[in-house]
């Protein structure tokens, strides 16, 4: 059973960075492939970024040129740097993660954390 808890986030104005990261529990954090999604009230939670248990990254459009995402294995930790936040980035940040290759969907995902809150004004 893998467990995760994110840190960070937090509230910043329109243009500023945050990061956030997702520590996970388990030997074998480095064969996982991990994820962020963020969600809004009313909303369905959706993909921002993933990172594969080889590095390889991929990013929603609203994500690209602007967020990275990383892992460091010996730390069983992944990380999203956040840069030139906008307002409609605010959300909760879940991390989420499963075993090997990685998906996009939600319920692909069994694994997930309590979320952490990104508010950005304006």
């Known amino acids: 059973q893998v467990q995760l808890v994110e840190s960070g986030g937090g509230s910043v104005q329109a243009g500023g960075s945050l990061s956030v990261a997702c520590a996970a529990s388990?030997?074998?954090?480095?064969?996982?492939?991990m994820a962020w999604f963020r969600q809004v009230p009313e909303k369905e939670r959706e993909f921002v970024a993933s990172?594969?248990?080889?590095?390889?990254?991929a990013y929603a459009d609203s994500a690209k040129g602007r967020f990275t995402i990383s892992r460091d294995n010996a730390k069983n930790t992944m990380y999203l740097q956040m840069n030139s936040l906008k307002p409609g980035d605010t959300a909760v940040y879940y991390c989420?993660?499963?075993?090997?290759?990685?998906?996009?969907?939600?319920?692909?995902?069994?694994?997930w954390g309590q979320g952490t809150q990104v508010t950005v004004s304006a």
């Open positions: 989420a993660a499963r075993y090997a290759n990685c998906r996009v969907k939600e319920n692909e995902f069994p694994h």
């Open positions: 388990g030997r074998t954090f480095s064969s996982y492939c």
């Open positions: 990172v594969r248990y080889d590095a390889y990254t």
